[in-house]
C-alpha cells in the first residue's frame, strides 16, 4: 500500500481505518443487534485478510479477517485494525481478542471503544496485558457513526429511533375525511421501494391506532428483497383483531396495550403500558427490553408527535409530494430546525434530519 516514508504513523493508522469502516458497512443491517465491525490485517504496509461481522450468530470481523489471512506465519509481524474493541466476552462466538492473542498479533489499532457493558475497555485491557501494542482512538467519530444504532442501544438505553411520514406540498398527512374520498397516495412508487428496504433494514416498524384502522399497513418488505421487520402497533382497547394485515403474516406482531383482558397468541404478543404516563418512554423501555436496536415510527401523526414531544428521536425521514390538498391533519412539527439532507425522488423529496 505504502512505501516506509510516504505517511507517517498516525496517517496509514487513519488510512487502514477508513477502510475498516467501509468494510462494517457490508454488515451494518444483518448483524443486528450485534455492531457491525470491520477488520483488516496489515503486513509490511500490505493488506493481507480482511472482513466483516458476519450476519447475527456467525463469525466477527476479526475471526473473518485473520481467517482470510493465507500466510498465519506473518500474523506475528502484522497490524491488525479494527472499527471496534475486539470482544472479551463468551457470547455466541468466543471473544475475539482471545484468538488475537493465540495468533500473536504484535500491534492492534482500535476505531472506538465497544459500549456494551460486558466488553467496554475489558477487550483492550486483556491484549495490553498479553503485551500487545494498542491503539484506541483512531477515526472514532467515524467508527461510533458507522455503528449508531449499536451505541444509542448501549448509551441511551432505548432504540435507535427513526421518525418516518410523508406529507402534501402544504404539511399534511392525508385527507380530513378519508371516507368520503379515493385513497390519496402522497409517496410515489420511488420512494414506496425506498419504504420497503427500511423495512428490511431496520429491526421494527411502528404503528398507531389510527394508521391500523385508516391505512389497514402490512409492514412488510413486498417490493424488496429482505426479511419483514418486527411490527409494532398501539392498541389501547383492543379494537384490532385478527382481520387486519398486521396480524396476518407469518411471525407474530407485537401489540402494546392497556387492555389486559388480550392474552399472546399464535398471531398476536401483547404487552401492556400504561397510556395515561409516559407512554412514549414504556415503549422504549418496553423495546430495550426485548433487545430491539432500531425501530421505524411510520405513523400516524399523533404517534410521531409524542415521540418528538418527548424527546425521543434520532433521526426524520420526511418525504414531501407534489400532492396538494385543500385540507388535511397536519404532519408533525419541529420546534426548531434540525441539520438536514435533501434528495430529489421523482416529484417527491425526501429530507433527512438528525437530532444532533
Known sequence: ???????????????????????????????????????????????????????????????????NVKNQALLKESTLYVSLEPCSHFGKTPPCCDLVIAKQIPR??????????????????????????????????????????????????????????????????????????????????YAKQLVHQWRSEEMAFLVGTNTVLDDNPSLTTRTW???NPVRIYLDRTGQIDTSFAINQQQEPSICITANRALKTNAHTRYYYADFDKDLVQQIC????????????????SQTIQHFIQANLW??????????????GIPAPQFEQKYPSKRYVLGNNELHILHAQ
Open 314 to 327: 434520532d433521526e426524520a425521514r420526511i418525504f414531501t409530494s407534489d400532492v396538494q390538498l385543500e385540507e
Open 108 to 189: 492492534v489499532v482500535v476505531g472506538t471503544i465497544d459500549p456494551f457493558a460486558k466488553v467496554c475497555g475489558m477487550g483492550i485491557q486483556k491484549m495490553k496485558e498479553a503485551g500487545i501494542e494498542v491503539v484506541v482512538g483512531v477515526l472514532e467519530r467515524a467508527c461510533q457513526e458507522s455503528n449508531v444504532r449499536f451505541f444509542a442501544f448501549h448509551q441511551k438505553k432505548r432504540p435507535y429511533i427513526i421518525l418516518k411520514w410523508a406529507e402534501s406540498q402544504e404539511g399534511y398527512i392525508a385527507p380530513l375525511e378519508r371516507a368520503e374520498q379515493a385513497p390519496v397516495w402522497l409517496s410515489n412508487t
Open 225 to 227: 428483497y429482505g426479511k
Open 285 to 300: 423501555n418496553l423495546l430495550y427490553e426485548l433487545q430491539i436496536m432500531s425501530v421505524v415510527i411510520e405513523g400516524g
Open 1 to 67: 500500500m505504502f512505501k516506509d516514508t510516504v505517511l507517517s504513523m498516525l496517517e496509514k493508522d487513519e488510512y487502514y481505518i477508513s477502510r475498516c469502516v467501509q468494510l462494517a458497512k457490508q454488515g451494518t443491517f444483518a448483524a443486528m443487534p450485534n455492531p457491525s465491525v470491520g477488520a483488516v490485517v496489515v503486513y509490511k504496509n500490505q493488506i493481507i485478510g480482511e472482513g466483516f461481522t458476519s450476519a447475527y450468530g456467525g463469525a466477527h470481523a476479526e475471526v473473518n479477517a485473520i481467517g
